[in-house]
């Protein structure tokens, strides 16, 4: 892999082949050039022995396109308890939603 390549496009973790991009306690699911992604926003942490984990977490699917008002983007929102359930709605979503689109 040459120097331009590595510049030209940034490597992101990936769940189940689309890209997952946290800043904060906010991560986004989902490629920016599709017709949708979802949000998933940590509202509340617990401890677990050393570590802290998510326990609230809310869910967006949301359109990517910005002609649309801030309010008309989200298309359906939930709430669950843990990353792991909120990562298993956030996919089902996203794929059906690029799926009938």
């Known amino acids: 892999m040459n120097e331009k390549e590595e510049t030209a496009s940034p490597q ?4 189940k082949g689309k890209p997952l991009v946290r800043c904060g306690d906010v991560l ?3 490629s920016m050039t599709d017709k949708y992604v979802v949000r998933l926003q ?8 050393d570590l802290e984990v998510a326990d609230k977490v809310a869910i967006q699917l949301m359109r990517t396109d910005r002609a649309v008002r801030n309010r008309k983007q989200i298309v359906k ?3 669950k308890n843990g990353l792991y359930l ?3 709605l956030a996919s089902i979503w996203l794929e059906r939603a690029l799926r009938d689109s």
Not at 12 to 15: A, D, G, L, Q
Not at 43 to 48: A, C, D, E, G, P
Request: glycine residues 4%; charged residues 35%.
């Open 42 to 49: 940590i509202k509340s942490k617990k401890k677990v022995k």
């Open 28 to 30: 986004y699911y989902g």
């Open 12 to 15: 992101f973790p990936t769940y």
């Open 86 to 88: 909120a990562m298993d």
């Open 77 to 79: 929102a939930s709430e």
